[in-house]
């Protein structure tokens, strides 16, 4: 089973002023708000998670056989990494088995990851490791 939250900030164990304002996690630990508060979406799919931050960046982590990272290659990853060619613009993303899909401000759609039924809508069975546009968008 495979769990994330966006943090929800604050006070925490600490004293309840501005200089304490803080998330807490399982386990008793405080976390400042500004290290994780730049994360807008946050989506789950088998063995991997995807998060977009306020910069409209994506970042990836999980396993990657399929390249459902994004990063161009099949090497799992136990940290984040930056989605290449998705540095901004990103407003949210959807994942699903071994692949994911970011929608854009400008309207448009990319995809990578698993492909084998034409999935990430570029036309091809092609799996990919880089995201691609998906034709018509």
Known sequence: VQT???????FGSGRPDAQTLRFSVEGGRDYPCGVHDAVVDLDLAHGMSCAVRSDGSVWC???????????????ESHVPLPVQGLSSGVTTLAAGGATTCAILASGGMKCW???QHGQLGDGTTVNRSLPVEVSGF
């Open 4 to 10: 994330c939250a966006l943090p929800i900030c604050g």
């Open 113 to 115: 990851g698993d492909n």
């Open 61 to 75: 982590w999980g396993w990657n056989l399929w390249g459902q990272l994004g990063d161009g290659t099949l090497v």
